[in-house]
């Protein structure tokens, strides 16, 4: 249970940080 758990949460760090950087590209690109 607590390996899946941290299974989990390292997947939804892996998507928060690339969603993050695809915003700052985004967001350097439109500047």
């Known amino acids: 249970m607590l ?3 941290s ?3 390292t ?3 892996f998507l928060s ?3 993050f ?3 700052q590209s ?3 690109l439109t500047k």
């Open 26 to 28: 985004m967001i350097q």
């Open 11 to 13: 997947i939804a760090l």
């Open 7 to 9: 299974y989990l949460s």
């Open 17 to 19: 940080n690339s969603s």
């Open 3 to 5: 390996a899946f758990f």
């Open 21 to 23: 950087l695809s915003l």
